[in-house]
C-alpha cells in the first residue's frame, strides 16, 4: 500500500528542497498566498479510483448498420428490438413525452418518421443505440437507468428532440436497451450527429450513463481505454459479432508508430494520475482506518495501475478475482477530496516560500515547475484545484509573450524534436542580446524587486500562469501602475531583439506555420512576426525573375523553398502583393488577407492526412 505523504513529498517533489536552501520562510511562520478558492470538484478521482477499484464500465454503442434508409427497414428493425421472446418493457417519445409503446403504435411512428425524412444519408435516417449493464443488473433498475437517460440524450438538452422507440431485453448476459432514434429534430430539424467532435458525443452519452445509474444506485465508470492501459484500437461491433459466431478472434486495425507514440505519452501520463491517486488516498487514511477499507483499497488499487501501465499491461493485470464496488453512497470520493485540502494548505506554504526567493532564472524556473504540477493536479482533482497556477495568461494579457520565443522556448524543451538544438542555441541568442539591451534599466528592475536574469528568464519561457503574473506586479496602485508602463517598454525592446535574430528557415518556418495557427480573431498575415521574418529571409534567396512570376500568379519560386503546402499557400500571398506595389514602397503596409483563412488551409491539410484513422472507441468491455 502506499505510504501516508505530504504534497511536498508526493506532489512538489524537489521544489521546496530547493527553495528551503534560499529562503527564511521554510523556518519561519509561512504566509498564505493570495490564491482564490473555489468550490471543490472531484475532477477524474472518481474515474480513476473507479478503474482502480475494477468497478465495471459503462457501454453505450451504436449499432454500425443500424441506420435505416426506408420504411421497410425500419419496420424489421423495429419488430426485431420489439419481439416477444426478448423484450421485457418497450416505451416511446414521439411528441416529448415518455411513455409505453405498443406493436399497435408501429405502423403509425414509421408512416410519421418516414414523412419527414429526406435526401440519402449514407448511414440512414435513423441511428440505432444500445444501452448495456453489468451482468446481474435488475431489469427494473436497468429500464429505469434507461429511460431517464434516453429521454436526458434525446429529449431536447443536446441539439434538438428527437423521436424514439426503445426496447429492454434480458435475452443475454447483459441486461441492455435497444433505442431506435429518428435522426430528424422535432423542433429545428437538425439532423442527429453522434461524433467525437457533436454536441452528443460517445464520451457524453457514456458519461451520462454512469451519472444517472449511480444516482439510482449502480455504480458504473465511464473511463477511457487508455486509462486503463489498453492501447491497441477496439474491434469494430460489425466484426465482432461476425467473430463471435464464427468462433474466431475479431479483426483489429493495427497502430500506425505515430499514433502508437501519442498513446504511450498518454498512457505514461495516466500512470502519474494514479500515483498521485495512491498518494491522495494514503493521505486520507486515519490512524486507526482499517488497512483493508476503502481508502487503503484505492491506494492499493491506484499504486498496481500505475506499476502496469509503466510496463505496457491494462490497469486490471495482476489483481485478485472479483470486483470492488462500493455501495451506493459510501462517502469515497468525498474523503478523497477532504484530503485534498491538505493538498492546498501545503501548496500555499511551497508558493510563498518561492516567492521570498532572491529574484532571478531559479525563481522563474520553479514558478513554470509549481505551474506545471498545478496543472498535474488538476486533471485529478479537477479545474478548481489551484486554478490561478494551472491556468495560462492569455495571449493577448501577457506582457512577457513575444510572437515566436514561445514557440521556440517550446520546441527547445522537446528532445524528440529534430529542431530542439537548433531552438535552444536560438534561445541562449535571444537571452544573451536581451540581458545587453536591458542594462539601462537595471536600476528600475532592481528598485521593483527584480533583475534583468528574472526578466529575461520570463521572456523565454513558454507561458504564464495567472498566480505568477500577478506575484510579478508590486501591490501599491502607483508603483504597480509604473510597473505596467515599464512592462510595455520591456516587451517592445524584447520583440526588437528577436526581429534581429537570426535563424535556420527550417526552424522560422516551423515557427510561422505555428504562429498562423494560434493567430486571433482579426489578425492578418502581415501581423505575424514569424511570418514576416520568413518572407525576409525567402526574398533574399529569390532569383531575378522570380518575384514576377509572384506577381503573375504563380507559385513554383516557393515549392522548393517551403515544405508546407499551407505555409507556402500564405507565403505566396504575402509576396504576391508585396510583389505588385511600386517600388519604394513600405511593405509594412501592403494589402494582407487573414490570417484564419490560412490557418483554415494549413489545418485542412492535417485533417486530410489523419482521415481514415479508426477512433479510440471506448465502448465493448463485455458482448451482447
Not at 426 to 433: K, Q
Not at 521 to 527: I, N
Not at 607 to 616: F, H, I, N, T
Request: charged letters at 30%; hydrophobic letters at 40%; aromatic letters at 4%.
Amino acid at each position: 500500500m502506499a505510504e501516508a505523504r505530504t504534497l511536498q513529498q508526493a506532489v512538489l517533489g524537489e521544489i521546496l528542497p530547493h527553495v528551503g536552501r534560499r529562503s527564511a520562510a521554510m523556518t519561519g511562520e509561512a504566509r498564505v498566498s493570495s490564491v482564490r478558492r473555489r468550490g471543490a470538484s472531484g475532477g477524474a478521482v472518481a474515474v480513476m479510483s473507479w478503474n482502480a477499484l475494477r468497478v465495471p464500465q459503462s457501454v453505450v454503442k451504436r449499432v454500425g448498420a443500424g441506420g435505416c434508409h426506408s420504411p421497410k427497414e425500419l419496420r424489421r428493425q423495429m419488430k426485431y428490438i420489439l419481439r416477444d421472446e426478448a423484450r421485457v418493457a418497450a416505451w416511446s417519445n414521439q411528441i416529448g413525452i415518455d411513455r409505453v409503446f405498443g406493436e399497435r403504435g408501429m405502423e403509425n411512428v414509421i408512416a410519421d418518421w418516414s414523412a419527414s425524412w429526406c435526401g440519402a444519408p449514407k448511414r440512414g435516417h435513423t441511428d440505432h443505440i444500445i444501452l448495456s449493464f453489468p451482468k446481474g443488473t435488475e431489469a427494473e433498475l436497468a429500464e429505469a437507468i434507461s429511460r431517464e437517460w434516453a429521454q436526458e440524450v434525446f429529449g431536447g438538452d443536446y441539439r434538438d428532440r428527437y423521436r424514439y422507440v426503445a426496447a429492454l431485453h434480458c435475452n443475454t448476459d447483459h441486461v441492455h436497451a435497444h433505442v431506435l432514434v429518428d435522426k430528424v429534430g422535432m423542433e429545428d430539424g437538425k439532423f442527429l450527429s453522434i461524433s467525437r467532435h457533436s454536441e452528443i458525443s460517445y464520451d457524453m452519452m457514456r458519461e451520462l450513463h454512469a451519472q444517472i445509474a449511480g444516482e439510482h444506485g449502480l455504480v458504473l465508470n465511464a473511463s477511457s481505454r487508455l486509462s486503463r492501459g489498453i492501447m491497441e484500437n477496439a474491434p469494430r461491433d460489425t466484426d465482432l459479432q461476425a467473430a463471435r459466431k464464427e468462433g474466431r478472434e475479431p479483426v483489429v486495425a493495427p497502430l500506425d508508430p505515430a499514433s502508437r507514440a501519442l498513446r504511450e505519452a498518454e498512457i505514461r501520463r495516466h500512470a502519474e494520475g494514479y500515483r498521485q491517486l495512491a498518494q491522495l488516498a494514503g493521505m486520507g487514511l486515519d490512524a486507526d482506518t482499517p488497512p483493508d477499507g476503502w481508502m487503503g483499497r484505492i491506494a492499493e488499487g491506484a499504486e498496481l495501475a500505475a506499476t502496469n501501465l509503466m510496463k505496457g499491461m491494462p490497469v486490471k493485470e495482476g489483481f485478485a478475482e472479483g470486483v470492488d464496488i462500493p455501495a451506493a453512497g459510501a462517502d469515497v470520493i468525498g474523503r478523497l477530496i477532504a484530503a485534498r485540502e491538505t493538498l492546498q494548505a501545503e501548496a500555499d506554504t511551497a508558493w510563498s516560500a518561492i516567492q521570498d526567493m532572491a529574484p532571478g532564472a531559479e525563481k522563474v524556473e520553479l514558478e513554470q515547475l509549481f505551474a506545471g504540477q498545478a496543472r498535474e493536479m488538476g486533471t485529478l482533482l479537477g479545474r478548481d484545484f489551484l486554478a490561478d497556477h494551472s491556468s495560462s495568461v492569455s495571449p493577448e494579457r501577457d506582457p512577457y509573450r513575444v510572437q515566436g520565443i514561445a514557440g521556440l522556448a517550446a520546441r527547445a524543451g522537446d528532445e524528440g524534436n529534430p529542431l530542439s538544438a537548433e531552438a535552444g542555441a536560438t534561445l541562449g541568442s535571444f537571452r544573451v542580446e536581451l540581458a545587453r539591451v536591458l542594462a539601462p534599466v537595471e536600476a528600475r528592475l532592481e528598485e521593483a524587486g527584480s533583475s534583468i536574469e528574472e526578466v529575461a528568464a520570463r521572456f523565454t519561457t513558454p507561458h504564464r500562469s495567472e498566480a505568477q503574473l500577478e506575484a510579478s506586479r508590486p501591490v501599491d496602485a502607483q508603483e504597480r501602475s509604473d510597473w505596467l508602463g515599464l512592462e510595455r517598454d520591456l516587451q517592445a525592446r524584447a520583440r526588437d531583439v528577436f526581429a534581429g535574430l537570426h535563424m535556420d528557415r527550417d526552424l522560422l518556418a516551423d515557427l510561422a506555420r505555428q504562429d498562423i495557427l494560434d493567430a486571433g480573431q482579426g489578425s492578418r498575415l502581415a501581423d505575424i512576426a514569424t511570418l514576416d521574418k520568413l518572407i525576409s529571409d525567402v526574398r533574399q534567396d529569390l532569383r531575378d525573375g522570380d518575384m514576377d512570376q509572384l506577381a503573375a500568379g504563380r507559385i513554383d519560386p516557393l515549392m522548393d523553398r517551403i515544405e508546407d503546402p499551407g505555409l507556402r499557400q500564405a507565403m505566396f500571398s504575402e509576396l504576391k502583393a508585396i510583389a505588385a506595389m511600386d517600388a519604394g514602397d513600405d511593405i509594412a503596409g501592403r494589402d494582407s488577407e487573414p490570417a484564419a483563412t490560412y490557418r483554415t488551409r494549413i489545418e485542412a491539410f492535417e485533417r486530410a492526412e489523419e482521415r481514415g484513422r479508426d477512433r479510440d472507441d471506448t465502448s465493448g468491455d463485455y458482448g451482447l
